[in-house]
C-alpha cells in the first residue's frame, strides 16, 4: 500500500469520485480532506486524500453504477467498519510472457474446489466498452460520409456555376479583369457557402443535443450544466471549409483560364 498511503486517515480516490454526471474535471486533489459519515452509528471520520487513480474502471460494478471506490489501507478499513471485514477479491499482476487469459483460465482451474472465479480485467473492459466503441465509430463513419458528400457536391456546384458564367466571366476579362481576381472571386463565393453550412449545421447540432439533453429522461439526474467542447467544433469547422475551398479550386482555376475571345463568341 506504498501508493496509497500507509496512515490510517490516507485514502486514494477515483477522479469521478461524487460526480453527478458532465465532463470529466478536478473536483479534488492530494491534500484535500473530506469526512465519512457511517449512517448507522453516525461516527464522522476525517480522510486525507494522498493521490488520485489514474483509471479505476476495474473498480467499478454494473450491480452497483453509483458506488465509487475508496483505496485505503487494512488498518484504515478495520477502524472505520469494524473487525467484520474479510477478503473477498485480489488484483494479480502477470509477468513475462505470460497471457492475462491464460494466467485466469490456470487460476480458476486450480482452485476450482474454492469457487475461485478468475477474470482478467483489461479483456473484460474492452468488451465492456466494444458496443460503444462500435457505435460511435459507426456515427463518425456516417459524419465523415456526409461531410464528404457535402463537399463534392459543393464542387459539383462550382463546376456547373462556371460553365453558366462562361459568358459572363468572358466579358469580365474583356475588361480588364485579372485571372486572379476571377479565381479569388470563386472561391470567395465558395468559401462563403462553406462557412454558412458550418455555421447552420454548428447551431442546429448544438441546438438538438441541447433539447435532447434538457428534455430527456436519460440525463436527469446530471447535476452539471450543458457541455459545449468549442475547440473541437472549432477545429472541425476549419478543416471543412480549407477542404471545401480545395475541393472547389480546380473549377476557379478553369474558371481564370477562360479567354475572352472564345467565351463571347456568338455560336
Known sequence: MTDCGRGPDDVVLDAFFAATGGPPGTFYSPGDKFT?????????????????LRNATMFYSPMYPLSF??????????????????????????????????LAARLQGTYLSSTLVATPLAQKIRRMFDANLAFFRLMDGFLALGLLIGICGLGVVMVRAVRERRRTIGVLRALGFRARTVERSFLIE?????????????????????????????????QTGFPVMWGTASVLGLITIAMSLLATWAPARRASRILPALATRME
Open 190 to 222: 465558395s468559401g462563403f457557402v462553406a462557412f454558412e453550412g458550418v455555421v447552420i449545421g454548428g447551431v442546429l447540432g448544438i441546438l438538438t443535443t441541447w433539447l435532447m439533453y434538457a428534455k430527456s429522461a436519460m440525463f436527469a439526474g446530471l
Open 36 to 52: 465519512i459519515i457511517d449512517p448507522q452509528t453516525g461516527k464522522r471520520t476525517t480522510k486525507t486524500i494522498v493521490g488520485i
Open 69 to 102: 471506490p475508496v483505496v485505503m489501507s487494512p488498518t484504515a478499513v478495520t477502524g472505520l467498519v469494524g473487525g467484520g471485514v474479510s477478503v473477498t477479491s485480489a488484483l494479480v499482476r502477470s509477468t513475462g510472457n505470460v497471457s492475462p487469459t491464460e
